[in-house]
């Protein structure tokens, strides 16, 4: 049931601590928070060619000590076990830095750990100074509220979206780079944003259509973003003015209206494949829920883009190979099958985009 009386869908400025406080307990599916990390930067970081590194230095990463840091986090996470609803669960992403404090502190509260998942970055930052191993990866925390609640897992949706693989806890995803990164005057509006393609797997994953997902640690709006577009609710908390305008720009961009509901159904169909899974161009943005796809030998038979990666044909739903085996009624390459429109309104065969999520 809906909780009409929240503020969903909204951007709340404030202290994540004291909004969290005045939000209803036990009204919230997921949390997914981004939290400072509390890196302890002590200089200025240069590359080689003696260019400055546009490092992470702001003052909302700051903390005097770890027990300031841990008390912070003790309180943040206190206040999202609140609003949790018992079957609830929560991701928490950090580096070396803070996540083994972070981890914890979960178990302290009462939190039960059910994976630790790493985002091994494609393209990560080097270590320019040449003295410790290149930092090439982050940690995800999955947790639910307490060991007995009967959290949201689609299973099948990750195997879909890993060509019907069982979906491992090591993820191969690049940073936010391109143009995904939010400029602001010719650098990063947000220091830490993370890519959607991150966020597509945590939501698709844990939630369903519908669910309101909180994020205490807003930025840049990407959870949202990625939430409206899986029709999920969500509620943001942010304490920067700059960073809620940057976060409303985003999410006004974000057009759901036209799309049908039961395109983001998660599902339990699944497909087998190799090198690149289809649901990676959903993760990268290539494609997108509700997108028509056309077919090769006739461009008038077209199927609807599920969320999950999924085509759907009247009451038919399978991969994309399957699809093109039922309309052209013989085994079919579902990548040489299928045609996307671009932006010019030309059609264009769906491996091009496979093609480029390889270079990346």
């Known amino acids: 049931m809906k909780d009409l009386f929240l503020p969903e869908n909204q ?19 997921l949390v997914f928070a981004d939290p400072p990390y509390n890196l302890q930067l002590q200089n200025e970081l240069w590359r080689p060619n003696q260019t400055k590194v546009d490092a992470v230095s702001d003052a909302w990463d700051h903390f005097d000590s770890f027990v300031s840091y841990d008390h912070f986090t003790r309180c943040w996470l206190s206040s999202c076990r609140r609003v949790l609803k018992d079957n609830g669960a929560i991701w928490v992403i950090g580096s070396y830095h803070n996540i083994f404090r972070v981890g914890a502190i979960l178990q302290d509260l009462g939190y039960w750990i059910l994976n630790d998942v790493v985002w091994l970055k494609t393209n990560p930052m080097p270590n320019f100074r040449g003295v410790r191993f290149t930092n090439a990866h982050e ?50 509006a947000h220091s830490t944003q993370k890519p959607e393609a991150l966020l597509y797997r945590v939501v698709l994953s844990s939630t369903l259509p519908g669910d309101l997902i909180l994020d205490p640690f807003f930025g840049s709006g990407t959870t949202g973003a ?26 006004e961009a974000v057009s759901i209206d036209t799309i049908p509901n039961d395109l983001f159904d998660a599902g339990k169909h699944h497909q087998r494949g190799k090198r690149v899974p289809f649901g990676r161009l959903l993760e990268e943005g290539l494609l997108f829920p509700g997108q028509c796809l056309y077919f090769k030998a006739d461009h008038s038979k ?11 044909i009247a009451d038919f739903i399978g991969s994309i190979h399957q699809a093109a085996n039922l309309l052209a009624d013989c085994p079919s390459n ?27």
């Open 302 to 312: 077209t199927a609807l883009l599920r969320a999950d990666g999924k085509l759907v």
């Open 226 to 251: 990625v939430a409206k577009k899986l029709h999920r609710r969500w509620i943001g908390i942010e304490e920067d003015a700059s960073y809620i305008e940057i976060a409303r720009q985003r999410l």
């Open 11 to 29: 951007i709340l400025q404030g202290d994540c601590i004291n909004v969290m406080d005045s939000l209803p307990e036990k009204c919230i599916d």
């Open 139 to 188: 940690t995800l925390i999955w947790a639910s509220k307490s060991q007995h609640s009967r959290y949201t897992f689609n299973h099948q949706a990750m195997k879909s979206l890993n060509e019907d693989l069982q979906m491992r806890s090591d993820w191969l995803l690049p940073i936010c780079t391109g143009a995904e990164r939010i400029k602001n005057n010719g650098h990063k």
């Open 334 to 360: 579902g990548w040489e099958s299928w045609f996307f429109e671009d932006s010019a309104g030309n059609l264009m065969p769906i491996d091009l985009l496979r093609q480029r999520v390889l270079k990346l």
